[in-house]
């Protein structure tokens, strides 16, 4: 039997949607973030930006530029940028390149040494062929640049990384094989083993990683098919290493429907698709926060999920968001500080606009006992006059997909994240703090 959706019908549904999504605005907690700000340079595009905070108020944030740079004109787009706050980020300094390259570096990722807090590296894709992991022990004002995997011939792609002590791991895809390189001397010398290796599940990207104060390391994954990928589930797993990456036992913690269509924004296959990230606190709880779906092509909801026991087990998945139903999530992020702090953020499609066309915000919720409760919601994005991209009720793209979230040594959360007119441009990237 055949139904015909009326007028009135669709009038209807419009209603019920403006007022699901009144009724979410409403249950938001008053937000005790600063506002949102404009952080990097501000010309060109600023892309996917990562964030850690140290010891010594030092807050850094690391992005791919896209444009022209003054101070680097041989630079060719993308080049890693380091922005850093000597204060908590009440103030930044100039945004600055780590190693001008003629080649474009993608794929950001910066970490504080979680044992002495002050240690700095970071790590990004240098052109398609090399994973660079850089360290600094002066607060970012000099860099010991390492090369972690080099490749003549395959593809490198979506290196994580992951550091405590000397141990300094880096995962990256590799012709569709999920690989570790691992070095044990403060990333000065590395040595790869393969994780997930080729099967009928094709590309397995890492997304989250950490390493627990026992030394277990942790990388999430997602797996891909390697055929008929609009019509299989994404599997979500948990890959973890007891002795410093030389072997690893790997489960599967989830799967999910093909993510939403994005190809109105020109966004590239599986942007929207599920990610896993992690993070342990200072007694050794991981704790995972990721997106997943039920039904091909519909929307995905964010998961919470936490392990004592070194990742043998993990506890139920609960659902963090209070966005009504049928309103698509991405991006999850996560940190985590002292024993049962564990705070995450996310974006979502609940807001809508005058059209009814969704809009994108960025949330947070914490919690001080391991997520087995949680605070309201605060929504951290807002309006900002001078840009198309960004309306009075949200912004229209995420520019990136992923984002970042960090504690600092006075116990504030920073978070960084992008926002754009679409996938591919323009796009700028947007910093608040709070508690």
């Not at 705070?343 to 914490?366: C, I, K």
Request: proline share 6%; charged share 15%.
């Amino acid at each position: 039997m055949l139904f015909r959706t009326s007028h009135f019908g669709i009038v209807k549904k419009v209603l019920i949607r403006s007022s699901l999504m009144l009724i979410a605005e409403c249950v938001l907690a008053v937000s005790e973030f600063t506002l949102q700000r404009r952080v990097g340079y501000t010309s060109g595009d600023q892309w996917e930006p990562v964030l850690a905070a140290d010891a010594r108020a030092h807050i850094y944030i690391l992005f791919p530029q896209y444009g022209p740079i003054a101070q680097c004109p041989a630079c060719t787009a993308p080049t890693m940028v380091l922005l850093t706050s000597d204060d908590n980020g009440v103030s930044w300094g100039a945004p600055r390149p780590l190693l001008p390259s003629s080649i474009g570096q993608f794929d950001a990722q910066i970490k504080v040494d979680p044992v002495d807090r002050e240690t700095l590296y970071a790590s990004w894709l240098q052109g398609k062929h090399d994973v660079i992991v850089a360290r600094s022990q002066d607060f970012g004002y000099s860099w010991y640049f390492s090369v972690a995997e080099h490749s003549t011939e395959v593809v490198i792609d979506k290196p994580v990384l992951a550091v405590r002590g000397p141990d300094v791991y880096v995962s990256f895809n590799h012709d569709q094989t999920l690989a570790v390189a691992a070095s044990h001397d403060y990333g000065q010398n590395f040595s790869s083993t393969v994780v997930n290796p080729r099967t009928e599940l094709g590309w397995s990207l890492a997304a989250g990683a950490t390493v627990d104060p026992a030394g277990n390391v942790y990388f999430s994954c997602t797996a891909y098919p390697r055929i008929n990928l609009q019509m299989r589930s994404v599997q979500i797993f948990v890959s973890g290493s007891a002795d410093g990456g030389r072997s690893w036992n790997t489960a599967p913690i989830d799967a999910s429907a093909t993510a939403p269509d994005c190809s109105a924004q020109a966004c590239s296959a599986g942007f929207l698709d599920s990610q896993m990230a992690l993070a342990a606190d200072d007694v050794g709880t991981i704790y995972a926060l990721w997106n997943a779906g039920s039904v091909r092509g519909g929307p995905q909801r964010i998961y919470f999920a936490s392990s004592t026991n070194g990742g043998e087990s993990w506890s139920e998945k609960v659902e963090v968001s209070n966005a009504p139903p049928r309103v698509e999530h991405c991006f999850p992020a996560i940190t985590a500080g002292r024993a049962g702090d564990v705070r995450v953020a996310w974006m979502d499609t609940r807001m809508v606009d005058e059209q009814n066309r969704p809009l994108w915000n960025t949330f947070y919720r914490s919690s001080t006992n391991g997520g087995a409760a949680w605070s309201s919601e605060s929504q951290l994005s807002g309006p900002v006059r001078g840009y198309d991209y960004i309306l009075s009720r949200g912004f229209l793209f995420p520019f990136g997909n992923l984002f970042s979230i960090g504690i600092d040594n006075l116990g504030t959360t920073h978070v960084v994240w992008g926002e754009g007119r679409n996938y591919k441009s323009p796009g700028s990237i947007w910093y608040a703090r709070g508690r």
